[in-house]
């Protein structure tokens, strides 16, 4: 590194850099060197590091796994195997500084809009974002809000504010996940409401992907470029899916689950499914033949298929557009959600 400001040294000493023996805090190499340090560690004591996922850590022996995944300082630890655990905790604890924690409406801008708080607007949109994570009943609104950080209006405050009140009445929600041996396929709904977006018309993409009839993960995001047609967004939406698929099938192979079924994606427009089956050039579509091949070579391999779904049984809905409060209460049931002080 460059000598520090006010580091008395001669002048012959003026062209030299100081040599770092420890990365320090605020340099750009810092998490690099850092993850590159525990990786290290992680290696010696005996776990692989995943293909998949580079913060996901495995090891097993005799017959117990036991499983760490990192995010960014904050590390989680799982297996069937206490012995295990409790030496990895040890480890680590030699090894690293660390303390162990017990388990446990559409919106627009417009030219003579109010302005609010920024400032609050943004803590507020941000807090909810990490709630999120465990929260995919509020993807759809927060990606939506998370569109006016720089220039927030009144509306757009109005509606963090209806998130808040929504949060005030469902408290205990959370995702329930239920042991379902009988069901171990991966499938995922996908949908795109094309040209949704007021400011801009561009559409967006959301996704639930299930293992064993469990929701794991989902997105809400508005699409990078403007669809020319409702087919073109429905591929964007179907490879943005079948991508995260494919990626659940290569982890949970490297946690020593082998899926010999298809992956089943869910599209409700059928002249997407249609031309994913048959490529045919259209004016219209030829532009994202990228993704239509994508879909179609896995098709050919055997390693997903498309099912027929109806649009009312479509779950991605709440991902991308703003619905009625008895079909979005329908589909957090099917989602998997409850409440745990709902009375019995």
Request: with cysteine; charged share 25%; aromatic share 8%.
């Amino acid at each position: 590194m460059d000598l520090p400001p006010g580091c008395m040294v001669s002048e012959k000493q003026c062209q030299k850099v100081c040599k770092l023996k420890k990365s320090l805090y605020g340099l750009k190499q810092s998490p690099r060197a850092r993850f590159g340090r525990f990786t290290k560690s992680m290696r010696a004591f005996g776990y692989r590091q995943s293909n998949s996922d580079h913060t996901l850590f495995l090891k097993k022996q005799h017959g117990k796994s036991t499983t760490l995944i990192v995010y960014v300082d904050d590390m989680v630890v799982t297996g069937n195997d206490p012995e295990e655990r409790k030496a990895l905790q040890n480890y680590l604890s030699r090894e690293f500084e660390m303390k162990d924690l017990e388990e446990g409406l559409k919106l627009c801008v417009e030219s003579n809009q109010v302005s609010t708080d920024k400032g609050r607007y943004q803590r507020l949109v941000g807090r909810l974002m990490y709630l999120a994570h465990t929260r995919p009943d509020l993807a759809y609104a927060l990606s939506v809000a998370s569109q006016y950080m720089h220039n927030p209006g009144e509306q757009h405050m109005n509606a963090v504010m209806r998130i808040l009140r929504y949060l005030k009445n469902a408290l205990g929600k959370g995702i329930l996940f239920a042991k379902n041996v009988d069901h171990q396929s991966i499938e995922v709904y996908t949908d795109a409401d094309w040209a949704g977006a007021v400011d801009d018309r561009r559409s967006t993409s959301g996704y639930f992907t299930f293992v064993s009839g469990n929701l794991v993960t989902w997105k809400s995001k508005k699409q990078n470029v403007v669809a020319r047609s409702s087919v073109e967004a429905e591929f964007r939406g179907m490879a943005l899916g079948l991508c995260e698929a494919l990626w659940l099938r290569l982890l949970l192979q490297d946690l020593g689950y082998l899926s010999r079924q298809p992956i089943r994606l869910f599209c409700d427009n059928k002249a997407a499914c249609d031309i994913a089956h048959n490529p045919v050039q259209h004016d219209r579509t030829k532009h994202v033949e990228v993704d239509r091949f994508f879909i179609k070579e896995k098709l050919d391999d055997k390693i997903v298929e498309l099912p027929k779904i109806r649009s009312e049984d479509q779950l991605a809905d709440i991902l991308t557009k703003a619905i009625s409060s008895q079909v979005f209460s329908k589909f957090l049931d099917k989602l998997g959600m409850c409440d745990i002080y709902a009375p019995t």
